[in-house]
């Protein structure tokens, strides 16, 4: 990944970005090429030297049945956002502003390991449930429907976990734009709705 200095991110923020995201693009290079799944995931920071991604895939998927040819790759992504140059009070004094794309994105690398054990499956099941279901007014439960529909449900799906080996961040938030600009950008992101993106570029700039 091309991360130029003025928007590497640091480990507390990638450390973050892991613990806020929820799904990522998970890829796999075989002997037959690439092979890609998105899916949901739970970071878990305690597992190994640099944590793990926790998921599972339909056992219908191939993707765990494939050999690995070297390290897998997860794709993590916080908020992205289009910036217009309308966005930059140095339009009016010089025009010499161009349009760009702010984000966040995280390269998890790593060794995928497959889990095909319902014990392990349940567990990580019931920790994405936690995650996902925090926000809702009532949150739905694994022990809510009946049990062997469950047992059901896990038999039809298949663990996936990457030991994290590397991590590549960037975060791209307007850290090289002057301060009148940055705060262009996070009044015209928070005029058009895009909140979360807005919050991105305070928490990169500290404004």
């Known amino acids: 990944?091309?991360?130029p200095a003025h928007f590497a991110a640091g480990d507390a923020a990638v450390r973050d970005l892991l613990a806020r995201s929820r799904a990522a693009d998970l890829v796999t290079p075989t002997a037959a090429g690439l092979v890609?799944?998105?899916l949901p995931f739970v970071h878990d920071p305690a597992v190994?030297?640099?944590?793990?991604l926790l998921g599972h895939v339909a056992r219908n998927n191939d993707?765990?049945?494939a050999e690995?040819?070297?390290e897998s790759l997860a794709i993590v992504r916080g908020p992205d956002a289009y910036i217009s140059p309308g966005f930059y009070p140095s339009k009016a004094e010089h025009g010499r502003v161009v349009p760009t794309w702010n984000y966040v994105?995280?390269?998890v690398h790593g060794r995928l390991v497959v889990h095909d054990d319902p014990a392990w499956l349940e567990d990580v099941v019931r920790r994405l449930t936690t995650v996902h279901e925090a926000a809702e007014a009532a949150p739905w439960s694994v022990d809510d429907?009946?049990?062997?529909?469950?047992e059901g449900q896990l038999r039809a799906i298949v663990g996936v976990e990457l030991h994290?080996?590397?991590?590549?961040?960037?975060a791209k938030l307007s850290q090289n734009r002057p301060p009148a600009d940055v705060e262009g950008v996070v009044a015209g992101l928070t005029a058009r709705g895009d909140l979360a993106s807005a919050d991105e570029v305070r928490r990169a700039t500290g404004g």
Do not use: D, I, Q, S
């Open 1 to 3: 990944m091309y991360v």
């Open 36 to 38: 890609a799944t998105f």
């Open 48 to 52: 190994g030297e640099h944590g793990a």
């Open 63 to 65: 993707h765990w049945r």
């Open 68 to 70: 690995p040819v070297g």
């Open 105 to 107: 994105t995280v390269h």
């Open 145 to 150: 429907p009946p049990r062997p529909f469950v």
């Open 164 to 170: 994290v080996t590397r991590l590549e961040a960037k």
